[in-house]
Nanobody
Framework: QVRLVESGGGLVQPGGSLRLSCAAS????????MGWYRQAPGKQRELVAH???????NYADSVKGRFTASRDNLKNTVYLQMNSLKPEDTAVYYC?????????WGQGTQVTVSS
């Protein structure tokens, strides 16, 4: 059974940092393109960061220069380092894995940025 388990969310003050992790129970994890998405209340889910199997990354304009995605293929884990957090970053953050038409999602982790 495929599982993606996010962790690392929480409450942080504006300007603070958090590091999200997503542990994946995927065979051949290194072949998967991984993504971080978020969904704020009343809004559509949006792509935050994408890291391909080649390690190529791309980011939403709203997080460029503040967020960094990385992966550890030995640990089957993808990370999202979030710095200089803003209140508008508040959302549930989801991990996604894609390969050859297969698409898996985690259950999400809440990130709240508030003073």
């Amino acid at each position: 059974q495929v599982r993606l388990v996010e962790s690392g969310g929480g409450l942080v003050q504006p300007g603070g940092s958090l590091r999200l992790s997503c542990a994946a129970s995927l065979s051949n994890f290194r072949l998967y393109d991984m993504g971080w998405y978020r969904q704020a209340p009343g809004k559509q889910r949006e792509l935050v960061a994408h890291i391909r199997s080649s390690d190529t990354t791309n980011y939403a304009d709203s997080v460029k220069g503040r967020f960094t995605a990385s992966r550890d293929n030995l640990k089957n884990t993808v990370y999202l380092q979030m710095n200089s957090l803003k209140p508008e970053d508040t959302a549930v953050y989801y991990c996604n894995a894609q390969l050859a038409g297969r698409d898996f999602w985690g259950q999400g982790t809440q990130v709240t940025v508030s003073s």
